[in-house]
């Protein structure tokens, strides 16, 4: 029963911006860190940000430093990230990922996450 469920992707020209939404079902949103990872065609999983539990501190992965903004409001069990000028290298499936009682999420492996949503596809043309 436990799901996450990832909308807001889509085509956009580059320099345009897009706000992912990642919806928790099954389980308590406020005690578990989520992640954001992409994977575009023909390359590996990469982790762009991720958001603590409890205190709610962050990572981002370099190149969207700046750009990218990942929040959560646990009252609504939906995480977000706020994508602003888009470039075509952002192009990938976006997956939201989940874990309990996690409070640095920074430190952790992505193979710890193991509550996973089916992705959105995020393109940005140029």
């Known amino acids: 029963q436990v799901q996450l469920v990832e909308s807001g992707g889509g085509l956009v020209q580059p320099g345009e911006s897009l706000k992912l939404s990642c919806t928790v079902s099954g389980f308590t949103l406020a005690d578990h860190a989520l992640a954001w990872f992409r994977q575009a065609s023909g390359k590996e999983r990469e982790e762009v940000s991720c958001?603590?539990?409890?205190?709610?501190?962050?990572y981002y992965e370099d190149s969207v430093k700046g750009r990218f903004t990942i929040s959560r409001d646990d009252a609504k069990t939906t995480a977000y990230l706020q994508m602003n000028n888009l470039r075509p290298d952002d192009t990938a499936k976006y997956y939201c990922?989940?874990?309990?009682?996690?409070?640095?999420?920074?430190?952790?492996?992505?193979?710890?996450?193991?509550?996973w949503g089916q992705g959105t596809q995020v393109t940005v043309s140029s």
């Open positions: 990922a989940a874990v309990q009682r996690v409070r640095r999420c920074q430190f952790i492996p992505p193979e710890t996450y193991n509550i």
């Open positions: 958001i603590s539990s409890y205190d709610s501190s962050v």
